[in-house]
């Protein structure tokens, strides 16, 4: 069982926007910024967004982050076949004094 | 380019030891964390554990603790992930990733992943 929760799930059609949960606790998520990664199979991950809400040069501005409290969300607006992937969130636990993921939820483009 | 670059895919039998690594190219190598990453068939990512390349400095995630050893040579700006013993249950991808810590943490440069098999 992960530390962070996501849904195993999302799916949406092209152009539609869609949003990826991910819930932690106060040790990780409720005090520490969190990062998402997308991953498709046979490949590198590749970070998406770190800091809650910052893109690496390269990400499009489709794809945006927030986090509140101890949840934290992904949005990826103007959906395109090509964002079919596995997206994961993670974030760096005080308790722990490591990183913690999310399960990952795989999306699937309609 | 600043890539990493992981070794080969390796198929071992059970008890038989291994070392994987991850070689940096483009940045400064001994200035940063590297990170390990495994991926069980299914599954999702897990964190292994941390390595400071510029003074093999380590974080490990409990449950690999005693699993396995991280270390690095500077010299060819290169990090490994090590075991002595595998069991079948290692089977997995294994992932290396830059670790910064500016600002915020993350991972922002990955390997392309190692696949170990370990069957008898």
């Known amino acids: 069982q992960s530390a962070l929760t996501q849904p195993p799930s999302a799916s949406g059609t092209p152009g539609q926007r869609v949003t990826i949960s991910c819930s932690g606790s106060?040790?990780?998520?409720?005090?520490?910024?969190v990062s998402w990664y997308q991953h498709l199979p046979g490949t590198a991950p590749k970070l998406l967004i770190y800091s809650d809400n910052q893109r690496p040069s390269g990400v499009p501005d489709r794809f945006s982050g927030s986090r509140s409290g101890t949840s934290a969300s992904l949005a990826i607006s103007g959906l395109q076949s090509e964002d079919e992937a596995d997206y994961y969130c993670a974030a760096w636990d005080d308790s722990l004094n490591g990183w913690v993921f999310g399960g990952g939820t795989k999306l699937t483009v309609l | 380019e600043v890539q990493l670059v992981q070794s080969g895919p390796e198929v071992k039998k059970p008890g038989e030891s291994l070392k994987i690594s991850c070689r940096g190219f483009?940045?400064?190598?001994?200035?940063?964390?590297i990170g390990w990453v495994r991926q069980m068939p299914g599954k999702g990512l897990e964190w292994m554990g941390l390595?400071?390349?510029?003074?093999?400095?380590?974080r490990n995630s409990p449950p690999f603790q005693s699993q396995v050893t991280m270390s690095v040579d500077r010299s060819i700006s290169t990090a490994y992930l090590q075991w002595g013993s595998l069991k079948a249950s290692d089977s997995a991808i294994y992932y290396c990733?830059?670790?910064?810590?500016?600002?915020?943490?993350?991972?922002?440069?990955w390997g392309q992943g190692t696949l170990v098999t370990v069957s008898s």
């Open positions: 483009g940045y400064s190598f001994s200035s940063n964390w």
């Open positions: 390595i400071y390349a510029g003074n093999s400095e380590t």
């Open positions: 990733a830059r670790h910064l810590r500016d600002s915020s943490r993350r991972f922002d440069l």
């Open positions: 106060s040790s990780n998520v409720g005090s520490n910024t």
